[in-house]
Nanobody, 115 residues
């Protein structure tokens, strides 16, 4: 059984940086795809970024391009979301997903960007 464990800082001022991590525990199988969605209060969940094994394909939401990166450590079965130049509108609950034969979701991490 795969468990998705999220962790990372959760509060920062606008213009600052945060880094979230997402680890697949309970499995030795490699992560095929890992990504992040977020949900702001009163809004629908939206795609942020994803990456495939070996970084063959990487995708970003337009509004985070140039500010966010999504490294994937294949050896550690861990992915990250490095968020720089954060804006207030980046505030929301961030959910990691990963695909190992099927999709698994993390519990979510609240990110708050203050003015």
């Amino acid at each position: 059984q795969v468990h998705v464990v999220e962790s990372g800082e959760t509060l920062v001022q606008a213009g600052g940086s945060l880094k979230l991590s997402c680890t697949a525990s309970g499995s030795n199988a490699p992560i095929e795809t890992l990504g992040w969605y977020r949900q702001a209060p009163g809004k629908e969940r939206e795609f942020v970024a994803d990456i495939t094994k070996g970084a063959e394909f990487i995708g970003y939401k337009d509004s985070v391009k140039g500010r966010f990166t999504i490294p994937l450590d294949d050896a550690e079965n861990t992915g990250y979301l490095q968020m720089d130049k954060l804006k207030i509108e980046d505030t929301g609950a961030y959910y990691c997903f990963l695909f190992i034969n099927r999709t698994y979701w993390g519990q979510g991490t609240q990110v708050t960007v203050s003015s």
